[in-house]
């Protein structure tokens, strides 16, 4: 059975930080682009960051580079996300996902995506 689990939201202050920890299980994790997304109430789901199992390369939506940076280690399985400089606007609820579509500098699709965590919320205030 393959399972995703997050953790690590919460409630914090803006231009506060969290780090997301995303845990895999039941798959070959190495083989796995792991990414990022958010949903905001009320909102649709977008990619926040996602990183390939090929080459370590990373991609950012446009409203969180330079504050947020992603990571993975493969020996334990897990992809972080690091979070600074947080804004109200970043509130939503976090889910990580996994995607054999993993390529050097290619960033799967949100439908490219297999596997999903249950997801944790973040909540910003102002």
């Known amino acids: 059975e393959v399972q995703l689990v997050e953790s690590g939201g919460g409630l914090v202050q803006a231009g506060g930080s969290l780090r997301l920890s995303c845990a895999a299980s039941?798959?070959?994790?190495?083989?796995?682009?792991i990414g990022w997304f958010r949903q905001a109430p009320g909102k649709e789901r977008e990619g926040v960051s996602s990183i390939s199992s090929v080459d370590g390369s990373t991609y950012y939506v446009d409203s969180v580079k330079g504050r947020f940076t992603i990571s993975r280690d493969n020996a334990k399985n897990t992809v972080c996300l690091q979070m600074n400089s947080l804004k109200p606007e970043d509130t939503a609820v976090y889910y990580c996902?996994?995607?054999?579509?993993?390529?050097?500098?290619?960033?799967?699709?949100?439908?490219?995506?297999?596997?999903w965590g249950q997801g944790t919320q973040v909540t910003v205030s102002s």
């Open positions: 039941g798959i070959t994790f190495d083989d796995y682009a």
């Open positions: 996902a996994a995607s054999a579509y993993s390529a050097s500098w290619y960033f799967p699709l949100e439908y490219e995506y297999a596997y």
